[in-house]
């Protein structure tokens, strides 16, 4: 937690100090409430469930220990955009969302 709550101070008083800044759009449209995909409920789980392990948990497993202030904002797409999560640091939190 401490970690988490450094790089959220980052972010908020110290942004030009962030290294990346990543933003994902995630289709939220009817199809994607169509199961499909193989170990998922639906597709739209398969879609976060492929950004947490692929992405996300991929970054987390690269840098080790080291402290990296990365942001990640996720926008869920439908008829129009909504914020899931709007720059929150890349860490084992984000990935559990």
């Known amino acids: 937690w ?3 709550r450094k790089a959220l101070r980052i972010l908020k008083n110290d942004p030009q100090l962030c290294t990346t800044h990543s933003v994902i759009i995630i ?3 009817g199809s994607m409430k ?3 995909v193989n170990g998922f409920r639906s597709r739209s789980d ?11 948990a991929e970054q987390l497993y690269k840098q080790g220990d080291e402290f990296f202030v990365d942001a990640v904002t996720i926008i869920e797409m439908n008829c129009t955009g909504s914020l899931f999560v709007h720059k929150e640091p890349m860490d084992w939190i984000l990935f559990n969302k």
């Open 46 to 56: 398969a879609a976060f469930g492929t950004l947490a392990l692929d992405y996300i």
């Open 2 to 4: 401490s970690n988490h």
């Open 34 to 36: 169509q199961c499909d």
């Open 27 to 29: 289709d939220q449209s």
